[in-house]
């Protein structure tokens, strides 16, 4: 292993890592000292490898650099495309932080307790309160229900739509930012997009797609506005959600969804513009 270059950020490392992958240079990081070491392979590659790092430092934040993850995942999938079996759970684990986990273990848990003789208790308990009783005796639960509908699910491609956004919005987050963000962030999101929805139509609804529409106009917005936050996610992406978004409105997903509670989806994606509009101006100004 040669030693190549020291950071004190993971994300740093990390980017830097993907980038080298684009190389087909293979390099991996190791904790150390006060701050995080990327080492390659073989000393082959050395003068390759620091031509693509002093590149990196003198602009980190260039356009070719910023699809350099998926890049390096598309150049993997080819290589391992007649064997998928080197693909290495570790290193998918690996982008799999620690808050997104959490949130992803208590909605599947959530939903297979529901799918028992138990789900109406479950959905009660954990369903939007009801204002015009609230704060009641259980004031300090009732606020926790004003989140916990976003754990609740309704069906396999419900839940299974939510937790992949879910994996790939969150884990952007928490490693360009950090959990405390992301955890505020749902908290917010949540929160304003629960209580927009039961404000339209009552408490019969549940799922985390307000949270999930939130982070992505989120990533979107951030990745527009400011380059050097670390965020991408393409207008492609950004559109689809909001043609989805559109045609639960008009009725169209609800045969393959259910019936879609589509003031959160409208309510989250609206905080999550503003939430990065807010961020954007903070780091601006203060």
């Not at 390099?27 to 003068?47: R, T």
């Not at 045609?247 to 989250?268: C, E, Q, R, W």
Request: hydrophobic share 45%.
């Amino acid at each position: 292993m040669i030693k190549l270059v020291s950071f004190v950020h993971l994300g740093a490392a990390e980017e830097l890592v993907d980038r080298l992958k684009v190389q087909e240079i293979s390099a991996k990081i190791s904790e150390g000292g006060n701050g995080y070491i990327v080492y390659i392979d073989s000393v082959d590659n050395f003068f390759q490898a620091r031509g693509v790092v002093l590149e990196f430092l003198s602009d980190p934040d260039h356009d070719k650099y910023r699809l350099a993850y998926w890049d390096s995942i598309d150049n993997q999938g080819i290589k391992n495309s007649q064997n998928i079996s080197d693909v290495s759970l570790k290193e998918i684990l690996g982008r799999v932080r620690f808050f997104t986990s959490l949130i992803i273990v208590a909605c599947i848990s959530v939903y297979f307790l529901m799918d028992d003789q138990n789900g109406e208790k479950i959905f009660n308990l954990l369903a939007y309160p009801n204002l015009t009783q609230f704060p009641g005796q259980d004031y300090g639960f009732n606020i926790l229900k004003l989140l916990s509908p976003v754990f609740l699910h309704f069906s396999v491609p419900h839940i299974t739509f939510n937790l992949i956004w879910w994996w790939f919005l969150g884990g952007q987050i928490e490693k360009n930012q950090s959990s405390v963000h992301l955890i505020i962030l749902t908290l917010s999101i949540g929160v304003i997009s629960n209580t927009a929805q039961y404000l339209v139509s009552g408490n019969d609804f549940g799922g985390l797609s307000g949270v999930v529409y939130g982070l992505v106009a989120y990533c979107w917005i951030l990745g527009k506005i400011r380059p050097k936050s670390g965020f991408y996610l393409s207008d492609t992406l950004f559109i689809f959600m909001v043609i989805w978004l559109i045609l639960g409105y008009v009725g169209f997903s609800d045969p393959i969804m259910g019936k879609m509670a589509n003031t959160v989806h409208l309510s989250g994606m609206l905080s999550g513009l503003l939430l990065g509009l807010i961020y954007f101006l903070k780091k601006k100004f203060v």
